[in-house]
């Protein structure tokens, strides 16, 4: 099964305010509530909504590729997005955890931010060099021990079946490094048994552009949800269909 998602998750978050002043502090200013969604239906909406919910003691923003398109074009992982300063600002005590992947171009990142630094950080997509800064999480580690270099390049057998034989490639293994890494805060493994009552018994609330709104701010400056795509694996995709 193929999986998209893209989610910023806040782990022991309390937060003292709206959601609407959240979004607004994103860059998300003209959104306003549409209805009540679950995961399964928002972890890729495909719709330019941003969709909030609890769970596991964490808030999941899940952005439809708005945030996290800007960790995938960044030229200094060892840094912090635009969103992420805004998040550990507004969450000091909280580890951040960026996770996305899309299966049509075998693609997955993630990013972890503690007290203001920059704690980890991976993006692989099919074709293009592995780009990572910091030491390897335990979740990843989780996920390597099923390598090993063969002929100058990482392989990976399958975690799930009972076998040695390595002819997996790095991003191959999307849904094993991405929901893995989001396990670490979740509590629960994405695509897999555990996530039914995430998935599904989980209300999340979707906000959607005002469009009225939009209008009268249109020659105003770009905000940080809405930074340039160009040259992503995202422009790469639509460029293909």
């Given at each position: 099964?193929?999986?998209?998602?893209?989610?910023?998750?806040?782990?022991?978050?309390?937060?003292?305010?709206?959601?609407?002043?959240?979004?607004?502090?994103?860059?998300?200013?003209?959104?306003?509530?549409?209805?009540?969604?679950?995961?399964?239906?928002?972890?890729?909406?495909?719709?330019?909504?941003?969709?909030?919910?609890?769970?596991?003691?964490?808030?999941?923003?899940?952005?439809?590729?708005?945030?996290?398109?800007?960790?995938?074009?960044?030229?200094?992982?060892?840094?912090?997005?635009?969103?992420?300063?805004?998040?550990?600002?507004?969450?000091?005590?909280?580890?951040?955890?960026?996770?996305?992947?899309?299966?049509?171009?075998?693609?997955?990142?993630?990013?972890?931010?503690?007290?203001?630094?920059?704690?980890?950080?991976k993006k692989v997509v099919n074709g293009e060099p592995i780009i990572e800064y910091g030491?390897?999480?335990?979740?990843?580690?989780?996920?390597?021990?099923?390598?090993?270099?063969?002929?100058?390049?990482?392989?990976?057998?399958?975690?799930?079946?009972?076998?040695?034989?390595?002819?997996?490639?790095?991003?191959?293994?999307?849904?094993?490094?991405?929901?893995?890494?989001?396990?670490?805060?979740?509590?629960?493994?994405?695509?897999?048994?555990?996530?039914?009552?995430?998935?599904?018994?989980?209300?999340?609330?979707?906000?959607?552009?005002?469009?009225?709104?939009?209008?009268?701010?249109?020659?105003?400056?770009?905000?940080?949800?809405?930074?340039?795509?160009?040259?992503?694996?995202?422009?790469?995709?639509?460029?293909?269909?």
């Open positions: 099964m193929g999986f998209k998602a893209s989610m910023v998750i806040i782990q022991h978050s309390s937060m003292q305010m709206s959601d609407g002043e959240l979004l607004k502090k994103l860059g998300f200013e003209d959104l306003t509530f549409s209805d009540d969604t679950t995961f399964e239906e928002c972890m890729y909406p495909n719709d330019k909504s941003i969709n909030l919910g609890y769970y596991n003691d964490c808030l999941i923003i899940s952005d439809d590729y708005q945030l996290t398109t800007s960790l995938e074009l960044s030229k200094t992982p060892d840094l912090l997005s635009d969103y992420e300063k805004v998040l550990t600002d507004l969450f000091p005590d909280s580890e951040i955890l960026t996770v996305a992947c899309h299966s049509t171009v075998n693609y997955h990142l993630y990013s972890l931010v503690k007290d203001g630094q920059k704690l980890r950080f030491d390897r999480i335990e979740e990843e580690e989780n996920v390597y021990v099923y390598s090993k270099i063969i002929d100058g390049q990482r392989m990976f057998r399958s975690t799930y079946k009972n076998d040695e034989i390595y002819d997996y490639t790095e991003d191959q293994m999307m849904e094993d490094f991405a929901f893995g890494v989001a396990k670490r805060h979740l509590g629960v493994m994405i695509s897999t048994n555990e996530d039914e009552q995430l998935m599904f018994d989980t209300p999340f609330k979707k906000y959607v552009v005002d469009r009225v709104a939009n209008k009268k701010k249109e020659a105003q400056s770009t905000p940080v949800a809405t930074e340039q795509t160009k040259g992503s694996w995202l422009s790469r995709l639509f460029k293909r269909s």
